[in-house]
Structures are given as structure tokens and as C-alpha cells.
């Protein structure tokens, strides 16, 4: 839902960035986003369809790396990785942890012509 | 050839935010995010508070909503200053937007600002306005796995109330359940059970939020 709002706020940041670098067109654009964003790959790309045209990024290829929620249990020191949203250390039961990962929503790199 | 850019996609978001917690700061205006599903109580809340700190504390109000302005006239009614957005169809309240409203609000008259987010409970977690805490409010009509449905949500929130448990003997809501499924998430946060209906743990909440207030002034910082 608040992908249309990403999509704008990430557009910004390519065309600026592929501004500085005196780039004619932007081929691919390389996102990195943590599952816990709730960030939907395909409205993503369905905003960047849109919102895209017009400017130097349209037509641009879209590369996801979605980073899956890990965290270390406070209890174990392990570390291991939250599936279906089951907080709980598989290895001591511990409720105690810290998240490691899977809060990120940035752009890595672009590749521009 | 390939540009590295490694930038926070909402990182300008976070820039008017810090602005926006900056101003507030500055006027001593200490300000809430309420968040949650439809229909959970926020204006409900709003009302509650405002009725319990009438004459102690001055009090603004921005509501946030998609089309109406139905919440911000009730508001409105109890004489403290509104400053409604439209958020034109967006599912959550962004920093310009506050930073807009702010503009309308009067500042130097106001103690704390209460911001009714628009309601769902994935979109608004993401966009930082400036708010010093953070609140949700789940009610028990919703059911008790919203955590797990929405751990981001729970993860950044200062505090969440559990609301409507005047309903409680009608529904089936484990409290200790939910709770212990939030610290799993979120081992800081703060547990209320309140009814705007009844009034029950209103008292509590308003304590907490004028401690929390207090650190402001004492400090001029909150995090
Ligand atoms: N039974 C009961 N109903 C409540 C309580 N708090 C709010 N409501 C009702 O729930 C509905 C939605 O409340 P509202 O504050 O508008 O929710 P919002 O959409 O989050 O702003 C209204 O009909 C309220 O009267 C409560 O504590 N108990
Ligand atoms: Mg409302
Ligand atoms: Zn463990």
C-alpha cells in the first residue's frame, strides 16, 4: 500500500544520483529490502512502470534483494531467522532477541549509460 | 556503469522528520504518533485525553485521514486547536505533511500534539514524522495475533494500548498472550489496557504520557 510513496521517494534518489553522475539513461537499479518493510516487490514495480515514464529511469530494470528478519536471541547468543513471524529462539525458546536484520529499504547501486 | 549509492530510500523523509522534531522541540511541544487499524479508538483516545487533561495541559490535535474531515470536527468541538490533513487517498501520514500542518498549528499555545495517523498498521510504521513517541492502539474486536501480522509495527512503538476491553466478556482476546507476543517483538514496550467507553485505564495512559513529557522539558531532547 505505502509502495506508491517508496516508489516516488526511490525514484527521487535514482534520477538525482544518476544526475551527479552525468548519466543519459539508468539500465538497472539494485534495491535492497528487509521483509520486515511489508514492501511488495510487484507494487514496486508496478509504481516504477508508471511513475518512471517520462524520465532518463524509464524502462529501467528492477533487482530486489529482499533480506530476510534475523535477529540474535538474547538468551543463546545464536543467531537465526524469523520465518512466518514465529519469534521465538528455535534453539533455547528464549522470547529475548534482538533484530539483526530485515528492516532495510535502500538503493545499493545504479547502472547508468 | 554502476553508481554506487547505498542511500536510505526514505531518507528524506527521515531529514523533514529530525526538521520537524527540531521545531517541535523548540516550541516544548511534545508530540504523539497514534497509529492502528480502522476504527481501533484513536479519535476515541484523542477525545479521552483531551476531556482528562482539560485545564492541566494544552493540547493540539492534527488528524490525519484519507477523504473526511469528520474525526477533526468532533475534535474540534472540544475547543483545542485541529489541523486536519487529506492525505489525498496516501494510507499513511509522511513528514511534509506534518511539516505542512505544523505551519497552521499554534505552537507557542500548545503543550502536546496528538496525531491521529490514518488507519492500517503496515504503512504508517515506515514514514517518520517527527513524533517523540509512538503509540498503537489495538482493540479487542481485532483479535489477538496482530503481532505477528504486523511486527514492524510493534517493533518501533514506545507504547500500545489495548483498547475496548469494556468488551472483553463478549470476546475471546488472550492479554497475556498478545502481550507476551509483543515483548517477544519489542522487549521495551509498555502494555496499557484501557476503554475510552468506560474510561477504564485512562488514567494510567495519561500518567504515562505526561511522565513521558516531562522528560522533554527536563532534558530538551527525547529520543
Ligand atoms: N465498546 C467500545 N467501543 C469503543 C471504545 N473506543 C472506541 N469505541 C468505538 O469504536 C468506534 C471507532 O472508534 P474511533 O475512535 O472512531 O476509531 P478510529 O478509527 O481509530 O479513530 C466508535 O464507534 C467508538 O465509539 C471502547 O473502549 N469500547
Ligand atoms: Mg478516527
Ligand atoms: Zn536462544
New binding site residues.
Given amino acids: 500500500m505505502h509502495e506508491l510513496a517508496i516508489t516516488k521517494s526511490m525514484l527521487d534518489l535514482v534520477l538525482e544520483q544518476a544526475e551527479r553522475a552525468g548519466a543519459k539513461e539508468v539500465v538497472k537499479i539494485n534495491l535492497v529490502i528487509g521483509e520486515m518493510t511489508g514492501v511488495v516487490e510487484e507494487c514496486v514495480q508496478f509504481y516504477f512502470d508508471f511513475l518512471g515514464q517520462g524520465t532518463i529511469a524509464e524502462g529501467a530494470a528492477l533487482s530486489f534483494k529482499m533480506v530476510p528478519v534475523t535477529a540474535r536471541c538474547q538468551g543463546c547468543g545464536k543467531l537465526f531467522e524469523i520465518k512466518e513471524f514465529d519469534w521465538t529462539c528455535p534453539y533455547c525458546q528464549s522470547n529475548n532477541m534482538e533484530i539483526i536484520s530485515g528492516k532495510e529499504l535502500f538503493v545499493e547501486s545504479i547502472e547508468v549509460e | 556503469m554502476e553508481v554506487k549509492v547505498l542511500k536510505d530510500i526514505l531518507g528524506a523523509n527521515e531529514q523533514i522528520a529530525e526538521r520537524n522534531r527540531q521545531l517541535l522541540g523548540s516550541n516544548n511541544v511534545f508530540a504523539v504518533n497514534?497509529m492502528?487499524?480502522?476504527?481501533?479508538?484513536?479519535?476515541?483516545?484523542?477525545?479521552?485525553t483531551i476531556k482528562r487533561l482539560k485545564g492541566k495541559t494544552k493540547i493540539g490535535v492534527i488528524e490525519g485521514d484519507v477523504s473526511s474531515s469528520l474525526?477533526a470536527e468532533?475534535v474540534g468541538k472540544e475547543g483545542v486547536p485541529v489541523v486536519q490533513i487529506n492525505t489525498g487517498g496516501a494510507c499513511h501520514l509522511d513528514a511534509n505533511m506534518i511539516s505542512n500542518a505544523l505551519g497552521n498549528m499554534p505552537l507557542q499555545d500548545i503543550e502536546l500534539l496528538l496525531i491521529?495517523n490514518v488507519?492500517n498498521l503496515i504503512c504508517p510504521a515506515s514514514f517518520a514524522l517527527g513524533e517523540h513517541r509512538k503509540v498503537i492502539?489495538s482493540?479487542?474486536?481485532e483479535g489477538d495475533d496482530k503481532p505477528f501480522k504486523y511486527p514492524l509495527m510493534f517493533h518501533i512503538a514506545d507504547v500500545v494500548l489495548i483498547?475496548?476491553?469494556?468488551?472483553s466478556p463478549y470476546l475471546k482476546f488472550d492479554t497475556e498472550a498478545f502481550s507476551q507476543a509483543i515483548k517477544r517483538i519489542n522487549a521495551k514496550i509498555e502494555i496499557f489496557q484501557?476503554?475510552?467507553?468506560?474510561g477504564?485505564g485512562i488514567q494510567q495512559w495519561v500518567s504515562w504520557l505526561l511522565t513521558q513529557m516531562s522528560f522533554l522539558r527536563g532534558t530538551k531532547r527525547i529520543f
Fill in positions: 497514534l492502528s487499524s480502522p476504527g481501533a479508538g484513536k479519535t476515541s483516545l484523542i477525545l479521552a474525526d468532533m491521529e488507519g492502539i482493540s479487542v474486536p483498547n475496548k476491553t469494556d468488551l484501557i476503554s475510552c467507553a468506560t477504564q
